[in-house]
T-cell receptor, first 113, second 115 residues
Framework: GDSVTQMEGPVTLSEEAFLTINCTYT??????LFWYVQYPGEGLQLLLK?????DKGSNKGFEATYRKETTSFHLEKGSVQVSDSAVYFC????????????FGKGITLSVRP | NAGVTQTPKFQVLKTGQSMTLQCAQD?????MSWYRQDPGMGLRLIHY???????DQGEVPNGYNVSRSTTEDFPLRLLSAAPSQTSVYFC??????????????FGPGTRLLVL
């Protein structure tokens, strides 16, 4: 079945550091890939997505490229801010009717001033 | 436009009690779902609905019931609460059931403690 594997956390960075959060996936079809972010005390919200191979999703300075050859969708940001402190979830949804969203376990990012 | 709303925000139950977690959306979304979030487990799908009158089971449906009598509302019922159901519950909705192309909109969550 479909699955998403995220790197183990938590991650603690200093402000303006470079961020990479790894995500790899297993899927039987042609999935769309997503990054969702959960700020403290809130529900999840979509950060970015990519629907086909080599697509790059971007938002708020974050980027992720859909790599079919390595089945990966790593999240990057060149310079993190304290306000980026949150839990980040990688997710996929395979094509087909009634398709579901499969989430990774999430990783907590803390950015210190 | 309130988006997805959930009530209550926090609830304490005793083992064996029943309760209903409310979820409503005002975006005329076709698809609604319930997830539970547990430490180290990510989000797991409990039940989902692709439209009024249609529901189906997700990954962890045992101990939970749902119904969808209107497009707007999708309540989650705990029939007989157990400590294993202590969790944070999120309701989500999207325009269609085609999850590979849709954005999910999440509610703020309900934190449930079962003693």
């Amino acid at each position: 079945g479909d699955s998403v594997t995220q790197m183990e956390g938590p991650v603690t960075l200093s402000e303006e550091a470079f961020l990479t959060i790894n995500c790899t996936y297993t899927a039987t079809g042609y999935p769309s890939l997503f990054w969702y972010v959960q700020y403290p005390g809130e529900g999840l919200q979509l950060l970015l997505k990519a629907t086909k191979a080599d697509d790059k999703g971007s938002n708020k300075g974050f980027e992720a490229t859909y790599r079919k050859e390595t089945t990966s969708f790593h999240l990057e940001k060149g310079s993190v801010q304290v306000s980026d402190s949150a839990v980040y979830f990688c997710a996929l949804s395979d094509t087909g009717a009634n398709s579901k969203l499969t989430f990774g376990k999430g990783i907590t990012l803390s950015v210190r001033p | 436009n309130a988006g997805v709303t959930q009530t209550p925000k926090f609830q304490v139950l005793k083992t064996g009690q029943s309760m209903t977690l409310q979820c409503a959306q005002d975006m005329n979304h076709e698809y609604m779902s319930w997830y539970r979030q547990d430490p180290g487990m990510g989000l797991r799908l409990i039940h989902y609905s692709v439209g009024a009158g249609i529901t189906d089971q997700g990954e962890v449906p045992n101990g939970y019931n749902v119904s969808r009598s209107t497009t707007e509302d999708f309540p989650l019922r705990l029939l007989s609460a157990a400590p294993s159901q202590t969790s944070v519950y999120f309701c989500a909705s999207s325009y269609s059931y085609l999850q590979y192309q849709e954005t999910q909109y999440f509610g703020p969550g309900t934190r449930l403690l079962v003693l």
